[in-house]
T-cell receptor, first 115, second 115 residues
Framework: KAGVTQTPRYLIKTRGQQVTLSCSPI?????VSWYQQTPGQGLQFLFE???????NKGNFPGRFSGRQFSNSRSEMNVSTLELGDSALYLC??????????????FGPGTRLLVL | GDSVTQMEGPVTLSEEAFLTINCTYT??????LFWYVQYPGEGLQLLLK?????DKGSNKGFEATYRKETTSFHLEKGSVQVSDSAVYFC??????????????FGKGITLSVRP
């Protein structure tokens, strides 16, 4: 099976702009989660989507949003970019249908630099 | 809330040395525990996991035992190789939060193995 893919891999934006990141999960996986990784804060959970609905949300401002399509692909959007949004954004997928804990499989990430 | 504490790094070892990376956790319920590894420029890869007390996860020579009495999940390897150089993250997923797909990560520790 192909792994989780993320596009683009690298992105440079300026303050105030908005950005959209894309994630394609492993085939058959219906849950997609997003994480932000920074040197200062480490890895932090942004949100999770399942069946086109946001199922869980972390503690991030409303500038961070996402959506999921019927084919389980997900996009994450950050509006009004700030310098502190510079980070590696990781996407993870899992089957999403179990009642127990599911292993998350991560993509390579999108590295966003805000100037 | 849930949290994961990892020992401070970085760690530098000689090839064939014994490795221990400490990880302790705080959780409301009975979490599943994970070790993920991140190689330079890549996303996270699942190294091993344990879903209940006294379970031992193992993979590629690495082992970790879920110790409920000490709330720990220390990672060990008997003989490290240069190729083990990476960043190691301890993580948990707590079903009592209602978010089966959410991972809470430790800060990560960088391991460098010299020939």
């Amino acid at each position: 099976k192909a792994g989780v893919t993320q596009t683009p891999r690298y992105l440079i934006k300026t303050r105030g702009q908005q950005v959209t990141l894309s994630c394609s999960p492993i085939s058959g996986h219906r849950s997609v989660s997003w994480y932000q990784q920074t040197p200062g804060q480490g890895l932090q959970f942004l949100f999770e989507y399942f069946s086109e609905t946001q199922r869980n949300k972390g503690n991030f401002p409303g500038r961070f949003s996402g959506r999921q399509f019927s084919n389980s692909r997900s996009e994450m959007n950050v509006s009004t970019l700030e310098l502190g949004d510079s980070a590696l954004y990781l996407c993870a997928s899992s089957p999403g249908t179990g009642t127990g804990i599911e292993t998350q499989y991560f993509g390579p990430g999108t590295r966003l630099l805000v100037l | 809330g849930d949290s994961v504490t990892q020992m401070e790094g970085p760690v530098t070892l000689s090839e064939e040395a014994f490795l221990t990376i400490n990880c302790t956790y705080t959780a409301t319920g009975y979490p599943s525990l994970f070790w993920y590894v991140q190689y330079p420029g890549e996303g996270l890869q699942l190294l091993l996991k344990a879903t209940k007390a006294d379970d031992k996860g193992s993979n590629k020579g690495f082992e970790a035992t879920y110790r409920k009495e000490t709330t720990s999940f220390h990672l060990e390897k008997g003989s490290v190789q240069v190729s083990d150089s990476a960043v190691y993250f301890c993580a948990l997923s707590d079903p009592s939060t209602g978010a089966n797909s959410k991972l809470t990560f430790g800060k990560g520790i960088t391991l460098s193995v010299r020939p």
